[in-house]
């Protein structure tokens, strides 16, 4: 009998071939990796580890769940639907007679009851229904190199912008579906006091964008301190806009491409039923409600179509607390998922008391 050869290369995965070359085999090479020898953890799932691992999950997921669910339905929530389409809504023919065309703005007046006082800061948000905002192509039609102040991109839009990127051989500032429908009503509060005086509640306008949007990916051309109305010069305002962009506001610190209306509605929405922040009413008085108990009147400059793609209008005042708006979800959840382990863990019990002693009494027989 003849003895073989040992080479390390044939555990490496090389042959030697004919001629004294060397062939690479399809035997994975000789490591820990690539043979599994790596050390490894297996955990044994046995009733003393599985047991107390269902209850401790149900006993700190239960409680948590509690406290949650309770401090969503403590945030007041009061919603109104202004959308018209009942015969009887003050907004009824503002919707009827309504679109995009319209130069004439067209408005109503909604009146309504607050149960209960609003004690700490209120937030103002816009609703709509019904719009697609996470369409594809929808989501897509913007210009961030533009919107970001960027000069060259000002005057030459991207193509995803299309078939908003030129009005009248004219780059359309800012470009793209998004901002092309954003949303325009104009929303205004009155408190009726006992001596039905109508007091205007002060809306703030700014802080209701995120930080990072304002800051860093939003910014006018030409720098902060730019004439907007030279900068834009030779662009076209978006063909549903009533006005260009440079005259959005006012304040020039909120004007322009750095608009919060504008950048909160940039910001698409991942479902169809959506809300957006659109003012705050700030707290000034201690002593004093932000919003007290009694009538109220919603004042609407109806200027956004909704009856193409039936879609709804809503305006919510809502407070926040710790956890954010009003949202009873997480603490449903937590509270479902805690139950259902602490429900198996007591069946889980059940089973290894009754059957548990039957099995080792047999192994210790055998």
């Not at 479902?336 to 089973?351: K, P």
Request: aromatic content about 14%; glycine content about 8%.
């Amino acid at each position: 009998m003849m003895a073989s050869s040992y080479n390390a290369k044939d555990e490496d995965g090389h042959i030697a071939g004919a001629g004294g070359g060397t062939l690479r085999s399809k035997k994975p090479e000789n490591t820990a990796f690539k043979q599994q020898r790596l050390p490894a953890w297996q955990p044994i799932l046995t009733a003393g580890t599985v047991l107390p691992a269902f209850f401790i999950i149900g006993l700190i997921f239960i409680p948590i769940g509690i406290g949650l669910y309770v401090t969503s339905n403590n945030i007041k929530e009061f919603e109104i639907d202004y959308t018209g389409v009942d015969m009887s809504s003050p907004c009824f023919n503002c919707s009827q007679n309504f679109s995009w065309n319209n130069t004439r703005p067209c408005t109503c007046t909604i009146p309504f009851y607050l149960d209960q006082p609003y004690e700490s800061n209120v937030f103002m948000y816009y609703g709509l229904s019904n719009f697609y905002q996470n369409h594809r192509r929808y989501v897509k039609s913007r210009d961030d190199s533009q919107l970001n102040g960027d000069g060259s991109s000002l005057l030459k839009p991207s193509k995803e912008c299309e078939p908003y990127a030129y009005y009248e051989n004219k780059p359309i500032a800012p470009c793209g579906a998004i901002a092309n429908s954003m949303f325009n009503d104009t929303l205004e509060l009155f408190y009726i006091d006992p001596n039905s005086t109508r007091n205007r509640i002060p809306l703030t306008a700014t802080g209701i964008a995120w930080w990072t949007d304002k800051h860093v990916k939003f910014r006018n051309p030409g720098g902060s301190n730019a004439n907007l109305t030279a900068v834009f010069q030779g662009t076209s305002k978006p063909v549903n806009w009533r006005r260009p962009v440079y005259e959005l506001d006012s304040d020039p610190e909120n004007n322009g491409f750095i608009n919060e209306d504008f950048i909160v509605w940039m910001r698409t929405a991942a479902l169809p039923t959506f809300r957006k922040l659109y003012r705050i009413i700030q707290k000034k008085n201690n002593m004093v409600p932000t919003l007290p108990r009694g009538n109220y009147t919603l004042e609407v400059v109806y200027n956004y179509p909704v009856r193409s793609f039936e879609g709804r209008k809503r305006m919510i005042l809502s407070t926040i607390s710790w956890m954010g708006g009003k949202n009873p979800f997480l603490g449903i959840a937590y509270i479902t998922v805690g139950s259902i382990c602490f429900f198996l863990g007591v069946v889980l019990l059940i089973i290894h008391h009754k059957y548990g002693n039957r099995n080792n009494s047999a192994d210790i027989s055998n």
